[in-house]
């Protein structure tokens, strides 16, 4: 966690622990109505569906972090999402607004694969080993906000999943080559979208305390360098499982989001970022079927709201992504049950500094458009 936060993770009074959904439900909503426009919620596509009915907004993390940056006058951004959405949303929030988290122990674990000081430590090892070479960071929005803050700094940006390939293309055109953390598929992904080869980028481990592994002469050569970081949910996909589903199926698309390895993206149809795979789904026609790699708690949703079309996951038994499925109906009503009674509880507040550097980074990200 790379800022301040007050309240409880998630601890929650009895009352609602031992409360029934339904009970839940309306006083949740009697909360809700209550906090009238003083609030704006945005829901990440991947929250349960307990949640995910309350948000004003849902979306992408691009679109949640323009949304949240855009004309609300609402006093109170409730994120149903995870830390590290909740922190851009501070950094790019008015003065006068302040972020909320129902659950302040909504990590995720691709964002936890690069710290700051581990990060640090490769651009200065990077720095002294190419001498005269200009390498723009990049770090993909799954990143702390000092990382972000790291990145505004030293000239870099922000992207996300929807906007990857641009953000390549203007780091390319900035500098000699790329330092883009945390997410070593992402990255492969996005090379091979500027048609480069898969084994084109290097990968710096950071368990490897010398150049992440790497040699002097390869980093003198790289365009794009990628931190050794994946995501559990969508390491969990792979080429086998479009297979079988092309084996049984031999008409249905494979989509997927591209997070998932190499191997995966390659066997698919298409890839793209949630806001993506979505809108494909509603393109489809009627009576076609999609399989789709990415969170179960979407593609669920996807299935049900498209009972025309046979849409499911590429792994069916796959666990959705615990950490966004930390926030549930028991911590929402505990959470707008509190604002409404003028406790402004489990704030997430980035720090001044960080804010500023932080904003520089998101702002370059916005600019790509
Ligand atoms: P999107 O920006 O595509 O919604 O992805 C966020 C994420 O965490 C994917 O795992
Ligand atoms: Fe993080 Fe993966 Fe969960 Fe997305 S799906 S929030 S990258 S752990």
């Known amino acids: 966690m790379t800022t301040t936060a007050t309240g409880p993770a998630c601890a929650l009074p009895a009352t609602e622990t031992a409360a029934g959904g339904e009970e839940l439900w309306e006083r949740a909503w009697a909360a809700r109505r209550a906090l009238g426009p003083r609030a704006v919620i945005l829901g990440h596509h991947y929250q349960r569906d307990e949640v995910i009915a309350f948000a004003d907004v849902t ?7 323009r949304r949240g940056a855009a004309a609300t006058e609402a006093e109170l951004i409730v994120f149903l999402g995870v830390y590290f959405m909740a922190e851009a949303a501070d950094v790019l929030k008015q003065p006068h607004q302040r972020v909320v988290l129902p659950d302040l122990g909504a990590g995720c674990h691709l964002a936890e694969t690069a710290d700051i000081y581990t990060v640090r430590d490769a651009w200065d090892q990077m720095a002294a080993a190419l001498p005269g070479r200009k390498v723009i960071p990049l770090t993909y929005m ?3 906000a000092d ?3 790291f990145v505004g700094a030293h000239g870099g940006a922000v992207c996300t999943s929807g906007n990857a390939q641009k953000a390549f293309e203007w780091a390319l055109s900035e500098g000699d080559a790329i330092f883009f ?3 070593e598929h ?6 091979c979208r500027l048609g480069m080869d898969p084994s084109d980028p290097l990968v ?3 368990r490897i305390a010398e150049l992440g592994g790497l040699t002097g002469d390869a980093l003198s050569e ?3 360098v990628l931190w050794k970081g994946f995501c559990n949910v969508h390491t969990a996909f792979n080429v086998r499982q479009i297979e079988e589903h092309r084996a049984a199926d031999p008409g249905v698309r494979v989509i997927v989001h591209p997070e998932c390895p190499r191997p995966v993206v390659e066997a698919a149809d298409e890839d793209g970022s949630t806001e993506y795979i979505i809108r494909r789904c509603e393109e489809l026609p009627a009576g076609s079927s999609a399989v789709i790699g990415t969170d179960w708690n979407l593609v669920n949703r996807l299935r049900l709201r498209h009972p025309d079309k046979r849409i499911s996951c590429l792994k069916e038994d796959i666990c959705p992504c615990v950490t966004m499925n930390r926030i549930d109906l028991p911590k ?6 509190s604002l409404a009674a003028g406790d402004v509880v489990n704030v997430v507040e980035v720090d001044e500094e960080m804010r500023r550097q932080g904003r520089l980074a998101l702002d370059r990200m916005l600019a790509l458009g």
């Open 222 to 224: 790289a365009e794009i």
């Open 332 to 337: 929402l009503t505990w959470c707008l049950e």
């Open 204 to 206: 710096w481990n950071p």
């Open 147 to 149: 990382l972000k803050a």
């Open 181 to 183: 953390f945390p997410d």
């Open 186 to 191: 992402l990255g492969r992904n996005t090379a």
């Open 142 to 144: 799954n990143s702390g």
């Open 59 to 65: 979306g992408d993390s691009y679109l949640l972090a």
